[in-house]
């Protein structure tokens, strides 16, 4: 019966080299500005449904491109911060920032750390990878301090998109039912 | 009522809450003959937004987009099922006197009134709403058993909200009924919908 105490010289001389080879080839190999291929996710937010494609490796924080933070909540990322219209809520963009990650010509932005940064309450399952996120607090400003309607976009019955903000200009009663 | 009022620069917008979307809601739009704007809401978010927590529920917005009036129980007339009374026959006319008069109407609230008045959200509760749209994902993904834990955490955690139970409660139906009547009962002395606060008489003339 064979031993494996001690491997033979050859099996070592492998492990040495794949273990040099772990260190030494993603950063001789990869271009700067890639990242090892990381799970795919889905984020929620409101009616929206987000199949993302690339992530970082991360094991705590879900990270998405930037058009991504875009398509789920319609905020943008400027300079002076995360930005939904009227509303900019800074972040720190800088080194070391938690929600914000420059790399080559590409910008990561954390769903999860924004989400802490402004108190968004989310939830995860990380096994089927699908993150939801509940609105953003101060996005409802309008809304709780001055009563304007939150606007939303929803289907009719043949699908088609209709916003309610469409509506400005008439008077509209908005009635919630359910068949159940 | 719609094809009443909506020669009066007015519209009725319609949103099923129900995460069967037109397949669950579309035969009450057929049979209403609905001529009004019927959307689909599988995911409760006009409830989200508006800070909703049971059906049906309706908000009268102006022209600028702000609220003059948030009301619960909204139904047109008043029923009664066995020993059970609900809906108004009050909020028709309300309605009416609003789409004529606009602000002046008694009907109609000053919207930072409204918005003193609106109920805020906890964490537990922006919580709750996420748990509840991963409950939804899973369910249109077929994974029911995923569904139902995260149904069961947005109830306990916003129990308040009616629309989490009854929805839920509407895979079950045969059990539907009894959970509804026990939770109701629970309730003690609280009113199932909101009390409406409407103007004893809104309209001072008769309506056209």
């Known amino acids: 019966m064979r031993s494996f105490r001690n491997p033979p010289w050859f099996t070592r001389s492998v492990v040495r080299a794949c273990a040099l080879a772990a260190l030494v080839v993603p950063a001789v190999v990869m271009p700067p500005g890639a990242f090892p291929a990381a799970p795919t996710a889905t984020a929620l937010y409101l009616d929206r449904t987000v199949s993302i494609e690339r992530t970082l490796d991360d094991p705590t924080d879900l990270w998405v491109l930037q058009e991504v933070l875009t398509e789920l909540t319609g905020f943008v990322l400027k300079p002076e911060g995360a930005c939904l219209d009227e509303l900019c809520i800074p972040v720190d963009q800088g080194p070391g920032s938690e929600v914000v990650l420059r790399r080559g010509e590409e910008t990561w932005f954390s769903l999860t750390g924004f989400a802490r940064r402004v108190g968004q309450s989310f939830v995860a399952d990380h096994e089927q990878r699908v993150w939801s996120f509940a609105p953003v607090p101060a996005a409802r400003s309008s809304f709780v301090d001055q009563a304007y309607a939150p606007d939303f976009v929803l289907p009719d019955r043949q699908g088609k998109p209709v916003r309610l903000s469409d509506f400005r200009g008439k008077k509209v009663l908005l009635v919630t039912w359910a068949s159940w | ?208």
Do not use: C
């Open chain 2, 1 to 208: 009522m719609h094809e009443e009022l909506k020669g009066r620069n007015f519209e009725l917008v319609a949103v099923a809450q129900d995460t069967g979307g037109e397949a669950a809601a579309g035969p009450f739009y057929d049979a209403a003959k609905a001529t009004f704007t019927a959307l689909v809401d599988p995911r409760h978010t006009v409830s989200a937004l508006f800070h909703l927590v049971n059906v049906p529920s309706a908000v009268m917005i102006d022209e600028e987009g702000r609220i003059v009036r948030l009301d619960e129980g909204t139904y047109t007339r008043t029923y009664s099922a066995g020993n059970l009374t609900y809906g108004t026959d009050a909020y028709v006319p309300a309605l009416r006197d609003w789409v004529e008069k606009g602000s002046t109407s008694s009907v109609a609230k000053d919207p930072d009134e409204v918005a003193a008045a609106l109920p805020r959200r906890s964490r537990e509760q922006d919580l709750a709403d996420a748990h509840f749209r991963l409950g939804v994902y899973f369910q249109l993904a077929g994974d029911e058993g995923r569904a139902t834990r995260h149904w069961e955490e947005a109830q306990r955690l916003h129990p308040e909200s009616w629309n989490y139970h009854r929805q839920d409660w509407s895979f079950t139906p045969e059990q539907a009924g009894p959970n509804w009547l026990r939770k109701v009962q629970a309730q003690g002395d609280k009113p199932y919908y909101a009390p409406m606060d409407l103007p004893e008489a809104p309209a001072d003339e008769p309506p056209r």
